[in-house]
């Protein structure tokens, strides 16, 4: 069973439809009541740091999720603030997040008018180590990514790809069972079902 | 390597996909959920949908639609057409939709630009402008599907929709509208260069080349109407996309 936090951000809808395109049974739960060993959850996001640690402290969902990914291991994916949100701090809101990982968010800084802010579009990935939820990637897979924000890691070994908008970003790590892509899977056609499809199936 | 979108706009009306050229005489096109299948099928980068007569109807693009859209777009899509409440957004946005479209709502109630950009984030929100070429080489903003002129000077309101928090600006050309001969490069330019949003440009696309002069001219994406419907030198109905070969060879 996946699991899809709700948390009041993110379109909980969008990634319900993409599991069921790809035939995987998952709910949307906020409680998160009924978890069984080898459920997997999914941290969407889309929308500001501050409120989204805020909402997941107003839901009780702090403790609750340490327990059930740092303690239990189950697999988690991080979608876009869902992937942030797992990091140490944020320059958007100055506040701290769920501290699994070491890195900690930026806003975007260009020396160029060329750029704009969000990075708003499709991008490729520079993978930068084996991950299975790259498995039978073609070369040129694409993902809809929308931010101003960007993933700036401290461990360096758990950057499983980079992009690049006027700078070299992370755009996903995986970190035994914690997983974070900065991109929309959801909206993100068949690479982005097929990346659903791995993380849901290793 | 980041791209730049490429992004089909549907105009409904009454349920239907139209095509108008200078914003008027709207031609029936087909059923609009059937072309999202098709641009879904061809990995169309982004939808735009906008609803023609939700305004002057003074109601909101009809949400049982926006969640048919939901279930077929597996890549982003914005519905716009009279959105003129929080509430109404919120509705699109559990329905599936990444962004919503203002244009006349937010000419009459600048303040709903700022709201829904706080509630929502600017990412969400997508103000919509139209104008028209005046005598003098100036632009005139339209509301009201193109119906209404207002006294609105155009870089002071692109500066003040970028200040209340849109996320994203769509330039409509209701000149270039319809006609496939390119879009209004100095438009684009005087624009773009004093944005730091991303800017959508929309109208007058008929061929590859002219994507490739918009993005040169500092759009940050590429919309069209009549390039993606239309086939041929006698518009026969075809809803399509180009391939990746295609897009490739544009932004090479």
Known sequence: MIIIIDYGLGNLGSISKALDRIGYENRISRNLKNINPGDKFILPGVGHFEKGIKNLSKFNLINKLNDFVLIKKHSILGICL??????????????????????????????????????????????????????????????????????????????????????EFCSSFSKENIHGVQFHPEKSHDSGLRLLRNFLET | MFRPRIIPILLLQDSGLVKTKNFAKPRYIGDPINSVKILNDLKADELIFLDINASKKKQCMDIDFIKNIGDEAFMPFSVGGGFSRIEQMKAAFRNGAEKVVINTEAINNPNLIFEASNYFGSQSIVVSIDVRKTFFRGYKIYKNSGKVKTNLNLFNWCREVEELGAGEILLNSIDRDGMMDGYDLDLIKKISSNLSIPLVAAGGAGMLSHFKEAIEAGAHAVSAGSFFVYHGPRNAVLVNYPNLEELQEVFR
């Open chain 1, 82 to 167: 869902g992937m942030q949100l797992m990091t140490n701090f944020s320059e958007e809101g100055n506040c701290n997040g769920l501290g699994w990982v070491d890195a900690s968010v930026k806003r975007f800084v260009f020396n160029s008018t060329n750029f704009k802010l969000p990075h708003m579009g499709w991008n490729s990935l520079n993978i930068k180590k084996n991950d299975s939820l790259f498995l039978r990637f073609d070369l040129d897979e694409r993902f809809y990514f929308v931010h101003s924000y960007y993933v700036d890691c401290n461990e360096k070994n758990i950057i499983s790809s980079t992009s690049n908008y006027y700078l």
